[in-house]
């Protein structure tokens, strides 16, 4: 008489390696959304920068900022962030103050002009500290700056 022995898998051997499957997944999901969103966030600040520089040029050929974006041309006023929003530009000297970006002692974060995008949430408030504001692209310290308004 021979016996057949034949080899198979466990159930659970089966449901470990499905386990091991699922955090492997669920991680490298993780990690390509964290990618997703620094690639969005490297592209509003490369955005902004080149907004800054047409606003600064601008400036220095006409004695003054403009009052809009579209003032730039339809390339620049037809720019949005990644998320579809427009961008936000606004005048210090003609503008109230209750509108200018503020930091965390309420002071304004720009002397000259404020350039943002609104962030994944495309909502956004004066003071960078209120929470529509924290996940904001800014420009502050006159372009010394680019990045999340959390992080100014």
């Known amino acids: 008489m021979s016996a ?6 466990t159930l659970i051997e089966i449901a470990m390696v499905l386990a ?3 955090v492997l997944s669920s991680s490298a999901t993780a990690g390509y959304l ?3 969103d620094r690639a969005r966030q490297t592209q509003v600040i490369v955005d902004l920068s ?3 520089k ?11 900022l403009p009052p809009d974006l579209a003032t730039l ?3 620049i006023a037809a720019m949005t962030d990644p998320w579809g929003n427009p961008y936000e530009y ?3 000297a003609t503008s109230p103050i209750g509108k200018l970006r503020k930091d965390k002692f309420l002071v304004p974060i720009n002397s000259d002009y404020d350039l943002y995008s609104k962030g994944p949430d495309g909502k956004s408030v ?3 500290t209120a929470k529509p504001s924290r996940d904001d692209i800014i420009r502050g310290s006159n372009g010394s700056y680019f990045g999340r308004a959390d992080g100014y």
Do not use: C, K, N
């Open 4 to 9: 057949h022995l034949t080899r198979a898998f």
């Open 20 to 22: 091991i499957l699922g």
């Open 34 to 36: 964290r990618y997703q």
């Open 50 to 52: 080149t907004i800054s």
């Open 54 to 64: 047409e606003l600064d040029g601008y400036e220095v050929t006409s004695g003054g």
């Open 73 to 75: 041309g339809a390339d």
């Open 90 to 92: 606004t005048v210090v």
């Open 126 to 128: 004066s003071p960078l």
